[in-house]
């Protein structure tokens, strides 16, 4: 069999194929780094699927109110919560093309009924972003009492907000059995860093 090699950049979470036809993750991307991090603590089925939920629960009870901050320039109008959510669409892009474009479509369809919720009175849009708000959070605190595991927010409350939106698509493409050489590498780097941890 003629060799052949496929590689796609580091800083992409790329993929190298080898001679024998085995598919291996890059592991020192940005995007596998992150997404050990964050997977090591949602490992259990309910723990992902209360996530999955919660995480775009808390982005539009997160939108609704910065609807309201509005940008008026000579040629365009846009709000704070266009440029939040450009903002993550960019970093993204930065770990991988295509998990940042579905993304992206799930953001702008949030943001496009946030802009509806966000226009009526002011006590209904409150109530309901704060409802959305509180019940996503709360929905992933009992998913974590589920798994015994601490939340990653709570660690690292930073790289909770930037990681969780990404790690909800993520997840959707391992449902969709999509990319599974990605989540076998993922499952390889925590299996071993768990072996260290006991081992130490």
């Given at each position: 069999?003629?060799?052949?090699?496929?590689?796609?950049?580091?800083?992409?979470?790329?993929?190298?194929?080898?001679?024998?036809?085995?598919?291996?993750?890059?592991?020192?991307?940005?995007l596998m780094e992150m997404l050990t991090g964050y997977a090591a603590s949602h490992q259990h089925p309910f723990n992902v699927f209360v996530h999955m939920i919660g995480i775009p629960t808390i982005m539009f009870g997160v939108l609704i109110p910065?609807?309201?901050?509005?940008?008026?320039?000579?040629?365009?109008?846009?709000?704070?919560?266009?440029?939040?959510?450009?903002?993550?669409?960019?970093?993204?892009?930065?770990?991988?093309?295509?998990?940042?474009?579905?993304?992206?479509?799930?953001?702008?369809?949030?943001?496009?009924?946030?802009?509806?919720?966000?226009?009526?009175?002011?006590?209904?849009?409150?109530?309901?972003?704060?409802?959305?708000?509180?019940?996503?959070?709360?929905?992933?605190?009992?998913?974590?009492?589920?798994?015994?595991?601490?939340?990653?927010?709570?660690?690292?409350?930073?790289?909770?907000?930037?990681?969780?939106?990404?790690?909800?698509?993520?997840?959707?493409?391992?449902?969709?059995?999509?990319?599974?050489?990605?989540?076998?590498?993922?499952?390889?780097?925590?299996?071993?860093?768990?072996?260290?941890?006991?081992?130490?």
């Amino acid at each position: 069999m003629a060799e052949y090699t496929r590689r796609r950049d580091s800083e992409s979470g790329k993929i190298s194929a080898n001679p024998d036809g085995a598919v291996r993750m890059n592991t020192d991307s940005k995007l596998m780094e992150m997404l050990t991090g964050y997977a090591a603590s949602h490992q259990h089925p309910f723990n992902v699927f209360v996530h999955m939920i919660g995480i775009p629960t808390i982005m539009f009870g997160v939108l609704i109110p910065l609807t309201w901050l509005r940008i008026d320039l000579p040629f365009v109008s846009f709000t704070l919560a266009h440029l939040v959510l450009v903002g993550f669409v960019a970093f993204y892009l930065t770990l991988d093309v295509l998990f940042a474009l579905v993304f992206a479509i799930i953001g702008a369809l949030l943001l496009t009924l946030a802009m509806q919720v966000g226009a009526l009175p002011l006590g209904v849009a409150g109530g309901i972003a704060a409802a959305c708000f509180f019940g996503g959070y709360a929905l992933q605190f009992i998913g974590h009492a589920v798994e015994k595991s601490m939340p990653v927010l709570v660690k690292h409350p930073i790289q909770a907000q930037l990681a969780a939106p990404f790690f909800t698509v993520v997840e959707l493409f391992k449902l969709l059995r999509l990319r599974e050489e990605l989540f076998d590498e993922v499952q390889r780097r925590i299996a071993a860093r768990r072996a260290e941890e006991a081992a130490g």
